[in-house]
C-alpha cells in the first residue's frame, strides 16, 4: 500500500488536513491513495486490494500542450463511514460516498453517491439503494438494462 500526499518534499500543504483516514480502516493490499487536496476516510471503511483512490487528476484544456505538462486538477475526495470499496475500484476526483455505501469490484467512480447505495461499472452508477420505506431496492431508472 502507498500514501502520497502533497506534490514534492518540503511543499506546504496548508492548515487543513489533505489526507484523513479514520479509525478502524483496513485498506487492502497494493492499494494506493494520492492526495493534493483534500481526501477524508470516514471511520470503518474496508478496501479490497489494489483499490486506488485521488483527489487529481490530468487535464487535457489544450490540444497544442502534451497532456502531462497541464497543470493537474483536484476536487475533494470523501467516503463515508462503513463503506466497502471492492478489489480494483477506482476512486476519482470529486467523488462523494454517503455512509454504508459499497463499491464494486473494478467500478471507476466519479460523482455523489447518497447513503446505503451500491455502485458498479464503468463508469460507475447506483445500482441498489435502501431506504426505510421500501428497505433494499433498484433505483428507477430510464436504462432498461438496469431494471
Known sequence: MSLSCGMVPGHDLGPDSILRIGGGCSIGRGSHIVAHQSIDIGDHVFTGPYVYITDQNHVYDDPDVPIGRQWPRNSPVSIGS???????????????LGRQCVVAGGAVVRGEFP?????AGVPARRVRGYSPELGWHTPVTQDATMR
Not at 84 to 93: D, E
Not at 115 to 119: E, G, L, M, P, R
Request: aromatic fraction near 4%; glycine fraction near 20%.
Open 115 to 119: 447513503d446505503h447505495s451500491v455502485v
Open 82 to 96: 462503513g463503506s466497502w470499496l471492492g478489489a480494483g475500484a477506482i476512486i476519482l476526483p470529486g467523488t462523494t
